[in-house]
């Protein structure tokens, strides 16, 4: 389906009542349910599911086979990988239904993060803005700001820059080779990262 608006493969399925900004493209076999709202120049690739009351800010790319179920909140710019999972219940059982308003917990994926291909977001955190998750990782609990996370149960590893440049931690400013920007470390003398207070992470 071609509009003046956005863009939708004819394999792609958009629901009555659901919103999609300008300049939006949904890819094959894609699923938007009623009640969704997506906004402008974002991208869901190839069997993207987005379930009734997902709210999905600007310029997100979903990529191929990911699910948004709902709770689940996606700011501007952020990044899903393929094979992204999300979920929403914390104890789920099929024979005894959850399916209020209160069963479902809020997943947060706030301005500029990114999720890593595989990568399983267990339901009520906050992945906080420019975090980067690794490829794999499972991610139980909330991630600071530009922490960089891995692993089964992911842990921070280190710190990325905005433009997702690796920081170098073993200084008091962090400088992006990249792009220039620098960060000062919250944390005193130099404290390893995977140590560090979830609380604490970069400022700018």
């Known amino acids: 389906m071609n509009t003046s608006e956005y863009w939708v493969h004819e394999s792609a399925y958009i629901d009555e009542g659901a919103s999609i900004g300008a300049g939006t493209k949904v890819w094959h076999f894609s699923h938007v349910m009623n009640g969704s709202t997506i906004g402008e120049r974002c991208s869901l690739g190839q069997n993207v599911f987005v379930a009734r009351g997902v709210h999905i800010g600007s310029n997100v790319k979903i990529q191929n086979n990911v699910s948004v179920y709902e709770g689940v909140v996606l700011e501007d710019d952020v990044f899903c990988g393929p094979s992204v999972v999300f979920t929403n219940v914390k104890t789920p059982r099929s024979a005894f239904p959850r399916n209020t308003a209160e069963d479902y917990k809020v997943t947060r994926v706030k301005n500029g993060a990114s999720l890593g291909a595989n990568s399983t977001i267990v339901c009520g ?27 089964v149960p992911a842990v921070i590893i280190g710190f990325a820059c905005e433009c997702g440049e690796v920081l170098d931690i073993s200084k008091v400013v962090l400088h992006c080779q990249v792009c220039q920007r620098e960060y000062e470390q919250m944390a005193q003398n130099g404290v390893n990262p995977i140590e560090i207070d979830s609380d604490l992470g970069l400022t700018i």
């Open 125 to 151: 955190v906050t992945i906080h803005e420019h975090a980067l998750v690794a490829a794999g990782a499972v991610v139980t609990k909330d991630v600071p700001k530009h922490a960089i996370v891995a692993g």
